[in-house]
């Protein structure tokens, strides 16, 4: 069975500063997309960014990318200059490339400090 | 484009009883999942719609579980003789299905969350 996990269950982070969540996965597949989704609370999920697996280049989204290592199939998202507002849970997420059952981790709380 | 919408958005009831969700795709996702969260936990497939048909069902689907979307708009989500273990937030998602082994993202709604007592 594939799993997904996301090792930190919180962490913190100063605003303006960096901060790099971590998620690893197992599978046997080749072909399928990682996803990071941001929960916040009391509100709904958002993706933040996605990745596809054959793409060598990892995706980067404004303050968020991911350093996606296929081999050692990990997939962590850095958030630069962090704010307030990215505060959330941080879900990160597989999907193989024919299906539609996206697996998720347990998440990382993220708290954002002033 | 008001996203995807969930109804209700809180849920008590007591053990024993039915109860039903409702939840409203983006306009032009033809697929519609749910999903099924319990407290300090990601998210866990339920099963999925590609326009009215019902493509896949998780295990976690028991007898219990019915899921319907009549017209390949809407879907609800109906749960019989409710259980204190069904307790969780019940999320919808929807995406544009294209054909092929392409993937769309999935946008999730803001979920129903459900108390049994």
């Known amino acids: 069975a594939q799993t997904v996990t996301q090792s930190q269950p919180e962490m913190s982070v100063q605003e303006a500063e960096t901060v790099t969540l971590s998620c690893t996965y197992d599978?046997?597949?080749?072909?399928?997309?990682l996803f990071w989704y941001k929960q916040p609370p009391s509100r709904q999920m958002i993706l933040v960014i996605r990745?596809?697996?054959?793409?060598?280049q990892n995706a980067t989204e404004n303050r968020f990318s991911v350093n996606f290592q296929k081999a050692a199939k990990s997939f962590s998202l850095k958030i630069s200059d962090s704010q307030l507002g990215d505060t959330a849970m941080y879900f990160c997420?597989?999907?193989?490339?024919?299906?539609?059952?996206?697996?998720f981790g347990t998440g990382t709380r993220l708290q954002v400090f002033p | 484009d008001t996203g995807v919408s969930q109804n209700p958005r809180h849920k008590i009831t007591k053990r024993g009883q039915n109860v039903t969700f409702r939840c409203d795709p983006i306009?032009?996702?033809?697929?519609l999942y749910w999903y099924r969260q319990t407290l300090g936990q990601g998210p866990e497939f339920l099963t999925y719609?590609?326009?009215?048909?019902?493509?896949?069902k998780s295990r976690l689907l028991s007898d219990r579980f019915s899921a319907e979307r009549p017209k390949g708009s809407f879907s609800t989500l109906e749960i019989q003789r409710t259980e204190q273990g069904d307790s969780a937030m019940y999320l919808c998602?929807?995406?544009f299905g294209r054909g092929g082994v392409q993937r769309e993202t999935q946008y999730f709604g803001p979920g129903t969350r459900l108390l049994v007592l």
């Open positions: 306009s032009e996702h033809n697929r």
């Open positions: 719609f590609q326009n009215e048909a019902q493509l896949e």
């Open positions: 997420a597989f999907l193989y490339y024919n299906t539609d059952k996206l697996i």
């Open positions: 990745q596809e697996a054959y793409k060598q």
């Open positions: 599978t046997s597949e080749s072909n399928y997309y």
């Open positions: 998602a929807s995406s």
